[in-house]
């Protein structure tokens, strides 16, 4: 399903050597916004088979510009496009993000029908589904780019942050399940060790939700054969990313693979 994939083995860094992507990815990202004519052609279908990671990246930042700046396109969303996709599908980006009602990859990347293969649960956790979803963007429908997005204001990073509490009621078991990926995160960002005490009063959430999605990265390569050979072929490209609710901007965090 991947093909031209090296033997597996870990194309990824240490969780301590992700890229920090925030200067290398908006200098990038300033370039492909200044190319106004690249802008204007992502109204139209790109020939999907041939597009790199570099380049599904820099129309997902073209459109998330568009929305930021008021000149969305809403492109792709009409009855001949419906049409079109009625038996077929063919993303050119995967996105797994947070179920959160404020968090849409369609409007916020300025993308159409067919565009993104979208995978959302509260907290964008790496549960076995999520990741099985993931493996069938990458392996079936060969999508160039997995962008994991986090956002401010979450909720599930906010009651892993509560959990801590010594007082904290129990929550719903469902729940408890889920947001328990996202207590790492929150200890990490807490600066204490296994077992210490958690002052949940000092916790950045901002910096608790960023380490989560870094964490989810790297759990992703780990538990994902397929999507750790896809990214050691160069088929595949991660980009972690953060939403900013009020500007409405997705800022690159970390990368893995060649962008």
């Not at 139209?44 to 008021?70: H, K, Y």
């Not at 990073?157 to 009621?169: E, K, L, N, T």
């Not at 538990?223 to 490209?237: H, N, R």
Request: hydrophobic residues 45%; contains cysteine; proline residues 5%.
């Amino acid at each position: 399903m991947i093909k031209n994939s090296a033997p597996l083995r870990k194309p990824w860094p240490a969780r301590s050597e992700l890229n920090n992507g925030n200067e290398n990815n908006e200098n990038r990202r300033s370039t492909a916004i200044s190319n106004e004519a690249a802008i204007a052609n992502d109204s139209e279908v790109n020939d999907r088979a041939s597009m790199s990671p570099a380049e599904a990246w820099a129309q997902l930042q073209r459109g998330n510009e568009r929305f930021i700046t008021g000149g969305a396109q809403h492109p792709r969303q009409d009855a001949d496009r419906r049409a079109e996709l009625a038996h077929t599908q063919h993303p050119f980006a995967a996105v797994f993000c947070c179920s959160d009602s404020r968090l849409a990859v369609e409007i916020i990347f300025d993308l159409g029908i067919g565009d993104a293969f979208v995978i959302r649960n509260a907290g964008q956790v790496a549960t076995s589904s999520a990741i099985g979803s993931i493996e069938y963007a990458v392996g079936i429908l060969a999508v160039p780019v997995l962008i994991v997005l986090s956002h401010d204001e979450c909720g599930a990073v906010h009651a892993a942050i509560q959990s801590q509490r010594p007082d904290a009621a129990a929550l719903p078991p469902h729940i408890a399940d889920l947001i328990a990926p996202i207590i790492p995160a929150v200890r990490s960002a807490a600066k204490v060790h296994e077992g210490g005490t958690v002052d949940v009063d000092l916790i950045d959430p901002a910096e608790a939700g960023r380490e989560h999605m870094r964490n989810t990265i790297a759990q992703l390569l780990e538990q994902s054969e397929m999507i750790s050979a896809a990214v050691a072929a160069g088929t595949l490209a991660i980009v972690g990313g953060n939403y900013r609710l009020q500007e409405g901007k997705v800022a690159a965090d970390v990368t893995v693979g060649v962008l």
